[in-house]
């Protein structure tokens, strides 16, 4: 039995009821995002996601039409709207509280300490668009030496330095050392390093990003490996979890290398009876067009995925499944540069499934992981009710 998770990271299909407490009352990123850019879908259709409720079809981007697949979205119980409160609810871990936050910055308990252990001081040390404080700080830093500092309205402290004066290795220790200093009453989801090349104004190295993430609590991947099932890890998704439940860890420079080798392992995992999951996370829609508020660059990926998807289906093995899902919203035509309080998608694939089968509304993310952990044959009491059944 193989199950293969793919996250179009950031695909969100409407605001959940709760969005006005998080300002995006109103964001939708799959109907602002094709109403701005037209790009056809079909095979994103045909999988069924011209049957959501909160999806408006046109013939010319989602064409309504005959399904053969699995569809419904769900509602995020957790209070955030970021990729480590979304990836860790989809394996069972619903927080009660929010990941921290500093929207002055980091205090000067966290910073004189990640000097400290730097030696290099700081530059920025504020909310800043990641593409903006390279420009605005890049040259400063290239001057100095001194890292740029910076957060966002995520639970994230982002490191930048420009490759050709810190080594990635040293870049990579910096966030070891704050990952550290992060803890308690100072925690954050992430630490990310934020290499970039080049000339003013610069360029984001997005193929070495590294994030450093908190452990998660026991959760479905857990019970995976605990159950000898092959857990494989492709793009960012073992940083997310911080390498807790993984057999296998494969490294993605984009959307197109992490479709491909998520195509490879699946073909390999069917020749030599793999039994397990393979999770992908393909992380360019959030980070090149959402982020940078790009129509434009957002369809033309969601386009990319849409050819691949034929070649995708066909690698799921006769007992298999694949499930393509979304983590959060981050709406490209709304105002500012954060994510959107948004469903998640939730479409999937059955080898043998000759209609459309309605999976409704479901009560939280979590349902992915239980529906993962029944198919498995893994031990979970946690959170989320499985729709496995409904798939055979």
């Given at each position: ?14 605001a959940l009821p709760d969005a006005e407490r998080f300002g995006d009352a109103g964001a939708h990123t ?363």
């Amino acid at each position: 039995m193989l199950l293969t998770i793919i996250v179009l990271d950031s695909v969100g299909v409407g605001a959940l009821p709760d969005a006005e407490r998080f300002g995006d009352a109103g964001a939708h990123t799959l109907n602002h995002t094709l109403a701005a850019a037209p790009v056809p879908l079909p095979n994103l259709a045909r999988l069924g996601l011209s049957r959501l409720p909160t999806v408006q079809t046109s013939p010319g981007t989602v064409p309504a039409g005959e399904v053969r697949g699995a569809f419904g979205r769900m509602r995020e119980v957790s209070p955030g709207k970021d990729t480590s409160t979304g990836h860790w609810e989809f394996m069972g871990v619903q927080l009660q509280h929010p990941f921290q936050v500093f929207p002055d910055g980091f205090p000067p308990a966290v910073m004189d300490r990640f000097d400290a252990a730097t030696e290099r001081g700081h530059l920025c040390n504020r909310p800043y668009s990641g593409t903006d404080v390279i420009r605005d700080f890049g040259e400063e830093h290239r001057r100095t030496g001194s890292p740029i500092v910076y957060t966002s309205a995520d639970s994230v402290f982002q490191i930048a330095a420009h490759e050709d004066v810190v080594p990635l290795e040293t870049l990579y220790g910096w966030c070891q050392a704050a990952r550290g200093i992060l803890q308690g009453e100072f925690a954050v989801a992430r630490v990310i390093a934020r290499p970039f090349r080049g000339e003013f104004p610069f360029e984001r190295a997005n193929e070495h990003r590294k994030d450093f993430s908190l452990v998660p609590p026991p959760n479905v991947l857990d019970a995976l490996r605990n159950a000898g099932r092959e857990v494989v890890g492709i793009g960012k998704i073992p940083d997310i979890y911080a390498h807790r439940g993984f057999t296998e860890e494969i490294h993605t420079d984009d959307n197109a290398d992490g479709i491909a080798r998520t195509l490879a392992r699946m073909r390999r995992a069917a020749a030599d009876g793999t039994s397990g999951l393979i999770f992908t996370n393909l992380v360019d829609f959030d980070a090149r067009f959402g982020h940078r508020r790009d129509p434009q660059g957002y369809s033309a990926c969601l386009s990319q995925f849409d050819a691949a998807l034929p070649d995708l289906l066909a690698a799921v093995p006769e007992d298999g499944a694949l499930l393509v899902i979304s983590d959060h919203g981050n709406d490209p035509t709304w105002r500012g540069t954060d994510h959107t309080r948004e469903y998640g998608l939730l479409l999937a694939h059955v080898p043998g499934l000759t209609g459309a089968v309605d999976l409704g509304e479901r009560a939280t993310f979590a349902d992915v992981g239980a529906t993962v952990a029944e198919a498995l044959g893994a031990d979970w009491g946690g959170p989320g009710e499985s729709f496995w059944k409904a798939l055979n």
